[in-house]
Structures are given as structure tokens and as C-alpha cells.
T-cell receptor
Framework: DAGITQSPRHKVTETGTPVTLRCHQTENHRYMYWYRQDPGHGLRLIHYSYGVKDTDKGEVSDGYSVSRSKTEDFLLTLESATSSQTSVYFC??????????????FGPGTRLTVL | KNQVEQSPQSLIILEGKNCTLQCNYTVSPFSNLRWYKQDTGRGPVSLTIMTFSENTKSNGRYTATLDADTKQSSLHITASQLSDSASYICVVSRSYNTDKLIFGTGTRLQVFP
């Protein structure tokens, strides 16, 4: 998984509780991404980062926030989890954006269940 | 609407056989098309990336084709192995920004001995 770890790998939580997922990379890549994967949907981008403290929204950002205080760490926070946020969350990294040969490398995923 | 559609949704083949997976897209403007392999419980792994000027790209037993005129791509797997059992995801980039990737829902391939 290209030097990417996600924690926790599995989590069960209750509606209304805050949840933070962590992505850690050892590749020193500039770009980091959070996606969610749900049955019947392709991977959908939640937020991404193009550098320390530089983040932007993706396609499905409502209800999520992110932070990146160090190159190697990208945190995804659900301020008040809802059942619709039950999903598998993937972190990805890439060395550059905009290059035709750019490749995103994905982490192993975090399975989140909100009861 | 920018969409990526894959067919079939699922496929079962016997070990050693060949198969072809299809991807049709309506994404515009088009930058490049990628195929990823996703094993169960794992993150996707890149197989190929093709720009509009590339018709074919191979990665071992995997060969991807692209017809930018008809907006179709295929992934051909030769001499399938049990380890090919996975989901194969077609991804189209709308522009030169990787935040503009449109993911298909994937084809679930199962290879049986």
C-alpha cells in the first residue's frame, strides 16, 4: 500500500459522536486525498490537500472537515456522525497533480459504521 | 452529466481463460483514463493510465485500449489467474487536476479453478 497507513481500520460509533480518521504516509508526497466508497457508487472525493495547511473540498464534503499540520498526516473529522456516513474511507496520495502520468496510491481503507 | 459506466457489473470465468471488461464515459473535457484493480478489503492499485493519444497500453497480462472518438475503453485480461479475482475500476480525469477524477462503479471479476 505504498507507505500509507490508515487508522483505525475499523470503527463502530453512534450517531452524533465525533470521529477522526487518520492517514499517515511515509512517501513525502505533496497531495493527499480522502475518498468514500459505497455500494453502487464509484469512489467519491471528500476533501484533498495540496500541501501543509492547504486543503480544498471535493464532491461530497458536507459533514466532513480535514486538517493537515504535517506533510505526512491528513486527518478526516466527522463532527457529528450520521448513519449516512457509514462507508469505507480511503486515503490516497500522489506526488503531483496535473501531470498526465500522475498516479494516486491508495491506503488500505477504514470501515466506519455509524449506528 | 459526467459519468463513467462499466460493464458487466460482475463476471465469472475459469482460470486460464481470457476476458474483456468495458468502460464507457461521457466525461468532458477528457484528460486521461485509468484502470485500477481493487482486491477485496484493500485499496485500489493502478494498472494503466492512457491519454487521448494512446490507443493501447499493456501491463503484463493486462491490456487496456482507448477509443477517444467513441469514448470507450476496454481492459483485456489474458490467461486469467486466481489472483485476478478483484474489482476493476475505470477512472476518467476531466482535466489536468487529479481532484477531477470520475470513478466508475467497477466490474467484479471472479476467477474459478
Amino acid at each position: 500500500d505504498a507507505g500509507i497507513t490508515q487508522s483505525p481500520r475499523h470503527k463502530v460509533t453512534e450517531t452524533g459522536t465525533p470521529v477522526t480518521l487518520r492517514c499517515h504516509q511515509t512517501e513525502n508526497h505533496r497531495y493527499m486525498y480522502w475518498y468514500r466508497q459505497d455500494p453502487g457508487h464509484g469512489l467519491r472525493l471528500i476533501h484533498y490537500s495540496y500541501g501543509v495547511k492547504d486543503t480544498d473540498k471535493g464532491e461530497v464534503s458536507d459533514g466532513y472537515s480535514v486538517s493537515r499540520s504535517k506533510t505526512e498526516d491528513f486527518l478526516l473529522t466527522l463532527e457529528s456522525a450520521t448513519s449516512s456516513q457509514t462507508s469505507v474511507y480511503f486515503c490516497a496520495i500522489s506526488e503531483m497533480s496535473g501531470s498526465l502520468s500522475d498516479t494516486q496510491y491508495f491506503g488500505p481503507g477504514t470501515r466506519l459504521t455509524v449506528l | 452529466k459526467n459519468q463513467v459506466e462499466q460493464s458487466p457489473q460482475s463476471l465469472i470465468i475459469l482460470e486460464g481463460k481470457n476476458c474483456t471488461l468495458q468502460c464507457n464515459y461521457t466525461v468532458s473535457p477528457f484528460s486521461n483514463l485509468r484502470w485500477y484493480k481493487q482486491d477485496t478489503g484493500r485499496g485500489p492499485v493502478s494498472l494503466t493510465i492512457m491519454t487521448f493519444s494512446e490507443n493501447t497500453k499493456s501491463n503484463g497480462r493486462y491490456t487496456a485500449t482507448l477509443d477517444a472518438d467513441t469514448k470507450q475503453s476496454s481492459l483485456h485480461i489474458t490467461a486469467s489467474q486466481l489472483s485476478d479475482s478483484a474489482s476493476y475500476i475505470c477512472v476518467v480525469s476531466r482535466s489536468y487536476n487529479t481532484d477531477k477524477l470520475i470513478f466508475g462503479t467497477g466490474t467484479r471479476l471472479q476467477v474459478f479453478p
